[in-house]
T-cell receptor, first 112, second 113 residues
Framework: QQPVQSPQAVILREGEDAVINCSSS?????VHWYRQKHGEAPVFLMI?????EQKGHEKISASFNEKKQQSSLYLTASQLSYSGTYFC?????????????FGPGTRLSVLP | DAGVTQSPTHLIKTRGQQVTLRCSPK?????VSWYQQALGQGPQFIFQ???????QRGNFPDRFSGHQFPNYSSELNVNALLLGDSALYLC????????????FGPGTRLTVT
């Protein structure tokens, strides 16, 4: 039930673009994106809800294909501060109610 | 505006012991979720508390239990510690029993020897 993220790692030069993908086998209520820097807590970036509503930081964009249970995070004109590990989190129904499962993460390194 | 705080920062316990971790949510938040993060992996959802009750639970055994107080702060208790319980335990707060826009605390690093 853990979502699959791809790629596992990516290295960029400042100013380059990247796409991080997240795919789930579950019917999702929502997809969430977080960034975690080494030794720090995860930081909220974006939420995409079933039905099309989105909320997140201005410089972050993402998409959610409800039919395929797939989401993509788009990082454009990358900056050094974008480095970190990106996690997608998926919310779906289970026997207990709702479950929240993070993916394994995508490690992004932005070089000068 | 105070963010999410957790205590203690680090903890070392022996196998079989019990541990209690504490979390104070961001000001204005009423929902607290707990996560376990092993080294190099994504956080795993343990459970979520709202109105002093456990409302959602991930795939964790009953050794993991919690509590939420009237001021919205929360505790995570782990009994009969195993070596595999060594991890970073993260607390996240949000609003109104939702996983939306969770704010994470710095975590408690638990080492079980």
């Amino acid at each position: 039930q853990q979502p699959v993220q791809s790629p596992q790692a990516v290295i960029l030069r400042e100013g380059e673009d990247a796409v991080i993908n997240c795919s789930s086998s579950k019917a999702l209520y929502s997809v969430h994106w977080y960034r975690q820097k080494h030794g720090e807590a995860p930081v909220f970036l974006m939420i995409l809800l079933k039905g099309g509503e989105q909320k997140g930081h201005e410089k972050i964009s993402a998409s959610f294909n409800e039919k395929k249970q797939q989401s993509s995070l788009y990082l454009t004109a990358s900056q050094l501060s974008y480095s970190g590990t990106y996690f997608c989190g998926t919310v779906f129904a289970d026997n207990y109610g709702q479950n929240f499962v993070f993916g394994p993460g995508t490690r992004l390194s932005v070089l000068p | 505006d105070a963010g999410v705080t957790q205590s203690p920062t680090h903890l070392i316990k022996t196998r079989g012991q019990q541990v209690t971790l504490r979390c104070s949510p961001k000001s204005g938040h009423d929902t607290v979720s707990w996560y376990q993060q092993a080294l190099g992996q994504g956080p795993q959802f343990i459970f979520q508390y709202y109105e002093e009750e456990e409302r959602q639970r991930g795939n964790f055994p009953d050794r993991f239990s919690g509590h939420q107080f009237p001021n919205y702060s929360s505790e995570l208790n782990v009994n009969a510690l195993l070596l595999g319980d060594s991890a970073l335990y993260l607390c996240a707060s949000s609003l109104s029993l939702r996983f939306y826009e969770q704010y994470f605390g710095p975590g408690t690093r638990l080492t079980v020897t």
